[in-house]
């Protein structure tokens, strides 16, 4: 576990997971982050900023980071893969939000939720074991998937575009007039 103030520099040579959460404590509000690699470390710095993460990692941190649709980690220039469980509510109350509508966005939601499912689903016994007929079982069921989310997730593949968390794409669409 470290602690605030120790010598962080090679805690972050693997992608870091991190996660921060909130509660009140003697009428304060106060925050935990926790950030992880194969050791975890655990920082109270009291507030949700983004300083607070850069304090962390460094705010020239260019890695991956795998973590939630907060802003505090979209400052950050590396790549960022955000953590399932978080986009999978955010997925349900976007169909959920849209179910009425004749826009795109609630089939756009219920496409990746089915994607999920397929790619989180039981394996099947021929993707079962270590042989190298289930390797490629399931690594064909990772092309398929991977396939259909680039089908729905053009953004992906045109740096051109725009990168908006789902969060900011959820507030963003306004749905019909």
Known sequence: VWTEGEPRGVAWAVDPYADETGWREQGQHTTIWTVSTCQTIYVHHGRRTNEAIDGILGADFGGTIVADCYAAYDHFLGPKQRCWAHLVRDLKALRYEHAADTTETGGWAEGILSIYAQASR????????????????????????EALILLLCPSVLDPRLPYATLAKRRHRDPGPD
Do not use: L, V
């Open 122 to 145: 039981a394996r099947p016994p021929p993707e079962e074991g270590c042989t190298s007929q289930a390797i490629r079982a399931r690594e064909e069921r990772a092309r398929q998937c």
